[in-house]
């Protein structure tokens, strides 16, 4: 039995558990990332070696680059220079189709706006990465079940997005993020789109369930805040890294 405590000023919960399966956990290195848009420089060169198990927040101005370094660490673009690697998997060495695969398989993703499927009930859009991987849907339905009751929302597997609440619909986008005991987290704003209340608890949450599986997490934000619940910071400026610091988390 697993038991995380991620309770805090706003009451919050604990996430209690037997722990879910973790897939094999490996560093995340980006080396010399170029990224071009036409004329626009979007990543300059940028070099990131990101341990297994660490929790990283990208802070930094609009237009700097860090989208497209999310979205390049995550295999979503293809850099122009410079190469991605997992492990010992080159991200850009493999084919569109490996590639697609690999995400799947490691990595889990969270947005601002959760992207759950509209006409999927809460249920299976948690389900999806195990049924698109080839998990028997009664198995991958339970587990789903077992994971909206893990993030606090046990009973609501019937409900479609639309009939959730911000706070809600974020649970179970980390929900589907994790189900699958993925590698690393990318998330992108994942508290843009909620009250402070509501996006302090989404972050204990996602940084509780990330401990609990194992997995890296890379977030993007806006809100120090935020990037206060990683362990390191990374700020990006004008396409480039401009500082690499540890927080107190
Ligand atoms: N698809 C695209 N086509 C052309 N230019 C792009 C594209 N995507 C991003 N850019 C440009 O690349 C640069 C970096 O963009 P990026 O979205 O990575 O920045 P960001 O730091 O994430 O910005 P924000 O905080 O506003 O989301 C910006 O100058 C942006 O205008």
Redesign the pocket.
């Known amino acids: 039995m697993v038991e995380v405590n991620a309770s805090g000023s706003n009451g919050g919960m604990t996430i209690t558990d037997t722990a879910p399966t973790r897939h094999r956990v490996d560093p995340l290195t980006a080396d010399g990332l170029v990224k071009r ?2 004329q ?1 420089v ?1 990543l300059g060169g940028v070099n990131v070696h990101i341990a297994p198990g660490e929790s990283v927040a990208i802070m ?10 999310l979205h390049c660490l995550s295999g979503i673009l293809p850099p122009d220079e410079g190469r991605v690697t997992l492990g010992a998997v080159e991200l850009s060495a493999l084919s569109d189709a490996h590639r697609s695969r690999l995400r799947l398989q490691r990595f889990g993703f969270v947005f601002q706006d959760g992207q759950l499927i509209g006409e999927l009930p809460a249920r299976e859009n948690v389900a999806l990465p195990l049924l698109l991987t080839g998990v028997p849907r009664g198995a991958a339905l339970r587990q789903a079940d077992d994971w909206l009751a893990r993030l606090g929302l046990p009973g609501i597997g019937g409900r479609r997005p639309g009939e959730l609440s911000g706070g809600q619909a974020q649970r179970v986008a980390i929900a589907r993020a994790l189900i699958h005991a993925p590698s690393v987290i990318f998330a992108d704003e994942p508290t843009g789109a909620l009250d402070q209340a509501t996006g302090h608890e989404v972050m204990q949450i996602l940084r509780a369930t990330a401990r609990m599986t194992g997995s890296t997490l890379v977030l ?1 934000t ?1 809100d120090l805040q935020v990037a206060r619940w990683c362990e390191r910071l990374i700020e ?1 400026r004008d ?1 480039l890294v401009h500082s690499d610091t540890r927080t107190e988390a």
């Open positions: 848009y036409g626009v979007a930094g101005p609009s237009g700097s680059g860090k989208s497209t370094l993007v806006h990006i396409a």
